[in-house]
């Protein structure tokens, strides 16, 4: 089986990562040469021999065409994701699965932009990639049952736990994390208890890996406020309007691990200290 990447940032280059970890050809691209340069670096180290495995793609037809399963995994914007998928549809056949890596938007709304929906579906991953077992497949009105078979195959030969969903906003995981990382939030900004101690109580409650801040510093402020928007706008429940805070610190460019500075400071990629003046 061959796959093609669309996307080359974070989520892109760890969902190449495990492909060909996993033995699978894969060709990533990405419109940004340097982001795609340096996921050829990163995955040249981490990859070992399988990096013979992995093709850089000159666009998106190059990377489609000779693909049996083709994974978007564009930036959490909905025009950004139509774009990428009526690319890739133009040079699939209708016996290509596609899937979006989407963690809050409608598939049933990205089918739109694919010819042939009942190849389409979401594969959505978390990060780290390689170190996370869990994968959301989500299946829209007109998924068929082979496509969710075939990604549900495809998972469990890239070592990971799927679970298939329904199309709903936010899906299961993304409909639980938003809510419950908007209201660590709103306990910082209420003087409920401190960054640190909130996500204590999770950790050490709740036996949680890591923290709901911790976690949202992971994501990436900005993925975690494009998140609460589409949640927010799909559903209007109160809880999922991004927080205040949330707002001004990727207004501040302070987007978490990615910038050194979200609620924790980073350094060479390790959380040092809570952040002054959240």
């Given at each position: 089986?061959?796959?093609?990447?669309?996307?080359?940032?974070?989520?892109?280059?760890?969902?190449?990562?495990?492909?060909?970890?996993?033995?699978?050809?894969?060709?990533?691209?990405?419109?940004?040469?340097?982001?795609?340069?340096?996921?050829?670096?990163?995955?040249?180290?981490?990859?070992?021999?399988?990096?013979?495995?992995?093709?850089?793609?000159?666009?998106?037809?190059?990377?489609?065409?000779?693909?049996?399963?083709?994974?978007?995994?564009?930036?959490?914007?909905?025009?950004?994701?139509?774009?990428?998928?009526?690319?890739?549809?133009?040079?699939?056949?209708?016996?290509?699965?596609?899937?979006?890596?989407?963690?809050?938007?409608?598939?049933?709304?990205?089918?739109?932009?694919?010819?042939?929906?009942?190849?389409?579906?979401?594969?959505?991953?978390?990060?780290?990639?390689?170190?996370?077992?869990?994968?959301?497949?989500?299946?829209?009105?007109?998924?068929?049952?082979?496509?969710?078979?075939?990604?549900?195959?495809?998972?469990?030969?890239?070592?990971?736990?799927?679970?298939?969903?329904?199309?709903?906003?936010?899906?299961?995981?993304?409909?639980?994390?938003?809510?419950?990382?908007?209201?660590a939030m709103r306990m910082v900004e209420q003087g409920v208890a401190s960054i640190e101690d909130i996500d204590t109580a999770m950790r050490l409650g709740y036996n949680h890996p890591m923290g709901p801040l911790e976690l949202a510093d992971l994501v990436g402020l900005d993925a975690r406020l494009n998140n609460s928007r589409s949640m927010y706008e799909a559903l209007g429940d109160e809880q999922f309007r991004p927080p205040e805070m949330l707002l001004r610190l990727v207004a501040e460019g302070r987007l978490g691990r990615k910038t050194s500075r979200g609620f924790y400071l980073?350094?060479?990629?390790?959380?040092?200290?809570?952040?002054?003046?959240?």
């Open positions: 089986m061959n796959i093609g990447v669309i996307g080359a940032g974070t989520m892109g280059r760890g969902i190449a990562e495990v492909a060909a970890i996993a033995g699978f050809h894969t060709a990533i691209f990405d419109t940004d040469g340097g982001v795609l340069d340096s996921a050829i670096d990163h995955l040249d180290s981490t990859t070992g021999e399988n990096i013979r495995l992995i093709r850089r793609a000159d666009s998106i037809q190059d990377a489609t065409e000779r693909s049996d399963v083709v994974i978007e995994a564009v930036t959490e914007l909905i025009a950004a994701k139509a774009d990428v998928l009526q690319a890739v549809v133009e040079s699939a056949t209708d016996s290509t699965t596609v899937c979006s890596n989407t963690s809050t938007i409608s598939i049933d709304r990205l089918a739109e932009h694919v010819s042939f929906p009942h190849n389409f579906l979401g594969m959505h991953f978390f990060n780290p990639v390689r170190r996370m077992r869990l994968v959301e497949i989500v299946q829209g009105s007109a998924t068929s049952d082979t496509a969710v078979q075939t990604v549900v195959n495809l998972a469990h030969q890239m070592d990971k736990t799927p679970i298939v969903v329904m199309d709903s906003p936010g899906f299961a995981s993304s409909r639980l994390g938003v809510a419950l990382g908007n209201e980073y350094e060479d990629g390790k959380k040092t200290k809570m952040s002054e003046g959240v």
